[in-house]
């Protein structure tokens, strides 16, 4: 069964560094979301992404952030400049055309800003 | 804004018992869609069952059924039968219903109950 998948599974990196994170979504769908967890804390949207733009983005997803699907396949979410408050898990989601609602999760990637 | 609370942040069953997760929403939306997500310890988030507000019957998949309250905007999970695999995070989360291409379509999380089924 196909799945959407996320490299690396953990990141770390110093405070002022850019990350980016990887995913690549299920093949066939068109829909691309970035969530985050803070630990303790409730997942969060941050960005949806269709048709090559980005659909609809959250107040946490400011310039530093930015989302790229550079061949087709990949998905990315840039740090620009790593903040400690972005330490989170990061997960990717995508869904298929049409009326379906199903998202499909990533395992995540455990991001530490030291 | 839309909001999901879960109360319960932990919970245990044993083995081949019946479980309850409650999951309370705050919203105007009158057409929008609930979700039961379980997170597997490492594994990535599925989705266990949803349920569309416009219909009045309570969504059933398997061992797991909902109890939608509308009017007391109330959405709580019942897991029969529990197993060890059921051992996970359970996630209610909300998505307004929105016809249009493009649209995005966004969660909205609550903050999970950790279920831990005993043999």
């Known amino acids: 069964e196909p799945e959407v998948t996320q490299t690396p599974s953990h990141q770390v990196t110093q405070m002022g560094q850019e990350v980016i994170l990887r995913c690549v979504p299920i093949s066939n769908h068109l829909y691309f979301y970035w969530y985050r967890q803070i630990l303790g804390q409730k997942v969060e949207f941050l960005v949806s992404?269709?048709?090559?733009?980005?659909?609809?983005k959250s107040e946490i997803f400011d310039d530093q952030f930015s989302v790229e699907r550079p061949d087709g396949s990949n998905f990315t979410l840039k740090i620009r400049s790593t903040k400690l408050e972005d330490s989170a898990m990061y997960f990717c989601?995508?869904?298929?055309?049409?009326?379906?609602?199903?998202?499909?999760f990533g395992p995540g990637t455990r991001l530490t800003v030291t | 804004a839309q909001t999901v609370t879960q109360s319960q942040p932990e919970m245990s069953v044993q083995e081949a018992e019946t479980v309850t997760l409650s999951c309370t929403y705050d919203?105007?939306?009158?057409?929008?869609?609930l979700f039961w997500y379980k997170q597997p310890p490492s594994r990535q988030m599925i989705l266990v069952i949803r349920q569309e507000a416009y219909k009045q019957q309570n969504a059933t998949e398997n061992r797991f059924s909902v109890n939608f309250q509308k009017a007391a905007k109330s959405f709580s999970l019942k897991i029969s039968d529990s197993q060890l695999g059921d051992t996970a995070m359970y996630f209610c989360?909300?998505?307004?219903?929105?016809?249009?291409?493009?649209?995005?379509?966004?969660?909205?999380w609550g903050l999970g109950t950790s279920l831990a089924v005993n043999p």
């Open positions: 919203t105007s939306e009158n057409n929008y869609y």
């Open positions: 992404f269709y048709n090559n733009e980005i659909s609809e």
């Open positions: 989601a995508s869904r298929e055309a049409g009326a379906t609602e199903e998202q499909y």
């Open positions: 989360a909300f998505m307004k219903a929105t016809w249009y291409a493009g649209n995005n379509r966004k969660l909205i």
